[in-house]
């Protein structure tokens, strides 16, 4: 190890970079001892991960007056590990009396003041954890079981407190991605009505939905023909046949020429016949 002498600015500057270890308090209750085991594999397997997480049993090899060290411990740590149990439960809700379990409610009251002072800050600080076999209904109810977030345990293993240390560590396993810049879009092309423009200034005609009937009949060589629009009469009409009307048939066996211009001429004629 390098005396002090020895050190160059670069190792001072990367000492200081290194941020210290956050500092947990582990909040449970006693009495239960698989439930205490629990409990110190937990504080292990956090401490085997840099996590500075602090536990009453370590403090109790030494002569404590535990009120004062329960309420320094809360002060200090960053954040608090609450283990629910029904045990927990009715201590820190107030449901117990007597000597049993004045830890738990001693703390219990600590923490309600940190959520009754600040809300939020408090929320963050105080972290609902179950271990394997908890339910949301051993976690006190001012800690929000139902409605806050609650950290599972599954196993007492380092995959098993992997989401519990990141939110210690504050590594969360997903983050916003990259903010991106708006797209532009174009709107939908706009259908126009029936009342507006064109584009030369004139109103769309609606489309015909009336029906026009061109009713005509031929006898000898006079064409009668009627013609009413949606049951209405309009005109009534009889014009004499031109001769080439009569003609046509015969043009029919003169073959296609002969044929086409005689019904082109026929129908010249009718037309000038049916239509004023």
Not at 252 to 272: C, F, H, I, K, T
Request: net charge negative; with cysteine; hydrophobic share 40%.
């Amino acid at each position: 190890m390098a005396a002090p002498e020895d050190r160059t600015a670069d190792d001072i500057r990367d000492q200081e970079d290194v941020a210290p270890p956050v500092r947990v308090l582990i909040s449970y209750a006693h009495g239960d001892p698989a439930h205490e085991e629990d409990v110190r594999r937990l504080w292990t397997l956090l401490r085997a991960e840099g996590v500075d997480a602090r536990l009453d049993v370590a403090a109790a090899s030494q002569r404590q007056f535990w009120p004062q060290w329960m309420s320094e411990q809360i002060r200090l740590a960053r954040l608090v590990i609450v283990v629910g149990t029904l045990t927990y439960r009715e201590r820190a809700e107030g449901r117990t009396t007597g000597p049993v379990g004045r830890g738990v409610r001693w703390e219990a009251r600590q923490l309600q003041e940190l959520l009754y002072a600040d809300v939020e800050e408090g929320t963050r600080k105080i972290v609902p954890v179950l271990l394997p076999g908890g339910e949301e209904t051993d976690l006190p109810d001012w800690l929000h079981p139902m409605g806050g977030t609650t950290y599972r345990i599954a196993t007492l293993s380092p995959s098993g407190v992997e989401e519990l240390l990141r939110l210690l560590t504050n590594q969360p396993l997903d983050s916003d991605p990259p903010l991106g810049t708006v797209r532009p879009l174009p709107p939908r092309p706009r259908t126009a009505s029936r009342a507006e423009s064109t584009d030369h200034g004139a109103a769309v005609p609606s489309p015909l939905r009336s029906q026009l009937l061109v009713e005509a009949s031929l006898a000898d060589d006079v064409l009668s023909c009627t013609v009413s629009l949606a049951g209405s009469p309009v005109c009534t009409r009889q014009s004499r046949i031109s001769s080439e009307v009569w003609q046509v048939w015969q043009g029919l066996q003169a073959g296609p020429q002969v044929a086409a211009q005689r019904m082109y001429a026929v129908g010249q004629s009718l037309a000038q016949a049916v239509f004023d």
